[in-house]
């Protein structure tokens, strides 16, 4: 007699995790729609909205923040972790879990801990290439480890990539030029910049970008600006008749016509914009976040290195920098034709199927050891 099999997701948090647990979700549904796939949050996260929103069953448990790197706070996490670990095992058994996939953040730690006190198989997977404390300790847990960026280091990683929404996975860029550029009001033949500094904008990208419009129009290149829906002082000034247009918005609903628009990004480095970018193959001058712990910059580098994109510090980004280096890109096609290539190169489209087909293939076992045993872990 045949059981559903169950598999539960830990990536509440931010939306660096939240992204690929869903890629990864609809990946799985995909191959089994009769799968039960749970997800794990926190009241406090965006999987609250993002999670539902998308079809697919949100469980809470109590968060559990986790410093960066191994410190005084860490003496604090015991108690926080007891508590949520209880819940989580209670969760597991309730939902009879045959895996379970984490990807980092205050939500995996319980999770790592609870299956394997419950006898549960565990798969990790980390977006960036500095991997945090929560899937540094799930690595040493986990049945298989996948990471995104080539050399991770992660325990036992393997290359597999980030999971991404197949509305852009599957993007075909060129196809889809005339109609994203009419969409945002942009002329069909000029080489175009899109610029972005994720959901909230950037206040350094923002004051760069306006301050090379003179620069950036004059030289026939046209921009689509998403400035951020609170930084509404960000303007340009309407362009002459008959010269490149700069488009300023608030906010991107639809990033796969924005990446169809553009020939190049001028963006930030988090690891699922360059994952996007570069298996959609848009090259980028990337701008690393300034504070952490240098990840951003991390994230970036395989691209860079591949030719795929430029690398500038978030203090040296100023008009002169955008003058100086990206307009000759964007006016010369052979150029932009490469870096394309390149970045293509660097990604990894697939990466959802293929993380879809470790979870499956680790929860396996537990699945069928639990249909001869009648559902009894």
């Known amino acids: ?17 939240i992204e690929p ?30 999670v539902p929103a998308r079809g697919y069953d949100l469980r809470l448990i109590p968060p559990v923040p986790l410093p960066r ?21 209670a969760l ?22 609870a299956a394997r006190r419950s006898g549960v198989p565990i798969v990790v997977h980390e977006q960036n290439a500095l991997p945090g404390l929560a899937n540094r300790v799930g690595a040493r847990l986990a049945a298989r480890v996948a990471v995104t960026a080539p050399g991770t280091p992660l325990y036992r990683g393997e290359h597999v990539g980030m999971p991404l ?7 075909d860029r060129a ?12 002329d069909a033949d000029r080489p175009t910049l899109l610029v972005f500094g994720g959901s909230q904008g950037a206040q350094t990208l923002n004051r760069a970008g306006v301050a090379a419009a003179d620069a950036l129009t004059a030289a026939g290149i046209q921009v689509l600006h998403a400035r951020g829906p609170k930084n509404t002082e960000v303007t340009v000034p309407g362009r002459p008749p008959g010269s490149a247009p700069y488009v300023v918005v608030d906010y991107l609903e639809r ?57 500038v510090e978030d203090a040296d980004l100023d008009a002169d920098w955008i003058t100086e280096h990206l307009v000759p890109v964007l006016t010369d096609p052979a150029a ?42």
């Not at 890629?23 to 909205?49: F, H, K, N």
């Not at 007891?82 to 819940?87: F, G, K, S, T």
């Not at 932009?336 to 499956?360: E, F, K, N, Q, T």
């Open 175 to 186: 196809a889809r030029r005339v109609e994203a550029r009419a969409e945002f009001g942009l």
């Open 21 to 50: 647990m869903l890629a990864l979700a609809d990946a799985l549904r995909r191959r089994d729609g009769d799968l039960r796939i749970t997800c794990l949050g926190t009241a406090r996260g965006m999987e609250t909205r993002l």
């Open 69 to 89: 790197k191994p410190t005084v706070d860490l003496l604090r996490v015991p108690g926080r972790v007891r508590r949520a670990v209880a819940d989580t095992r």
């Open 255 to 311: 990033m796969d016509l924005a990446y169809a628009a553009a020939d190049l990004a001028l963006c930030r480095a988090g690891a699922v914009t360059v994952a996007e970018l570069s298996a959609v193959g848009l090259p980028a001058a990337f701008v690393p976040l300034p504070i952490g712990n240098g990840e951003q910059r991390r994230n970036a580098l395989p691209v860079v290195e591949a030719g795929g994109g430029l690398l």
């Open 92 to 113: 597991l058994d309730e939902v009879s879990a045959d895996v379970v996939v984490g990807f980092g953040g205050y939500v995996a730690l319980p999770a790592y801990l």
């Open 165 to 171: 929404r197949t509305a852009i996975s599957s993007l």
């Open 1 to 17: 007699m045949s059981r559903t099999r169950s598999v539960v997701l830990a990536g509440g948090g931010t939306g660096g995790h």
């Open 336 to 377: 932009l034709s490469g870096y394309a290539r390149h970045a293509a190169a660097a990604g990894v489209p697939d990466a959802d199927d293929r993380l879809a087909d470790i979870v499956l293939e680790v929860g396996a076992p537990a699945a069928e050891a639990r249909t001869e045993s009648g559902g009894q872990r």
